[in-house]
T-cell receptor
């Protein structure tokens, strides 16, 4: 079963606005990753945050991780039409679960020009 | 050239047929994975392999089998396809990550769209 649950399922914003997506998970993790998928294509890795990190930046992306709440958020600043895609969080577990990534169902982001 | 390639990109087949999906990678990674994606859902792991002699079942392995022919090649077979195996299939690779196995980023192929009639 999928561990990560993204929220909202769909998000529509105007170009230039910020987009925030959230991910909640259930069990302890080693790291949490965010991926982007353009329609019908393969996933592209965006950013990885380890369980001992609280915030990470990459260009216009900002990811936070709160292990006490078992949640993460992805912020895309100054959105562009090209950011239109589905965004998935994926968790890398601990112990036996550390050898797999478990993906959520994704947030579908639409950026309107 | 793409680092992770999948063939075919699209396939339509009939119930009961045997189908093989192939994946090749030039990234030099030891770890390879097969996922399926259904509309509105995330990816679910079918099988994974950490080296040529290592094959492991994922969350939804029933009805599927795999073969790791070489470090660079990992194929997925549907022995007798059924309509509910209609989905988008992705191959992915990763390196070994940190000692102890914490999962590093994965690199995905473009996907194979499979339709079983």
């Amino acid at each position: 079963s999928q561990q990560g649950e993204e929220d909202p399922q769909a998000l529509s914003i105007q170009e230039g606005e910020n987009a925030t997506m959230n991910c909640s998970y259930k069990t302890s993790i080693n790291n949490l990753q965010w991926y982007r998928q353009n329609s019908g294509r393969g996933l592209v890795h965006l950013i990885l945050i380890r369980s001992n990190e609280r915030e990470k930046h990459s260009g216009r992306l900002r990811v936070t991780l709160d292990t006490s709440k078992k949640s993460s958020s992805l912020l895309i600043t100054a959105s562009r039409a090209a950011d239109t895609a589905s965004y998935f969080c994926a968790t890398g577990g601990q112990g036996a679960g550390s050898y797999q990534l478990t993906f959520g169902k994704g947030t579908k982001l639409s950026v309107i020009p | 050239d793409a680092d992770v390639t999948q063939t075919p990109r699209n396939r339509i087949t009939k119930t009961g047929k045997r189908i093989m999906l192939e994946c090749s990678q030039t990234k030099g990674h030891d770890r390879m994975y097969w996922y399926r994606q259904d509309p509105g859902l995330g990816l679910r792991l079918i099988y994974y392999s950490f080296d040529v002699k290592d094959i492991n079942k994922g969350e939804i392995s029933d009805g599927y089998s795999v073969s790791r022919q070489a470090q660079a090649k990992f194929s997925l077979s549907l022995e007798s396809a059924i309509p509910n195996q209609t989905a988008l299939y992705f191959c992915a690779t990763s390196d070994q990550g940190l000692a102890g196995g914490p999962m590093s980023e994965q690199f995905f192929g473009p996907g194979t769209r499979l339709t079983v009639l």
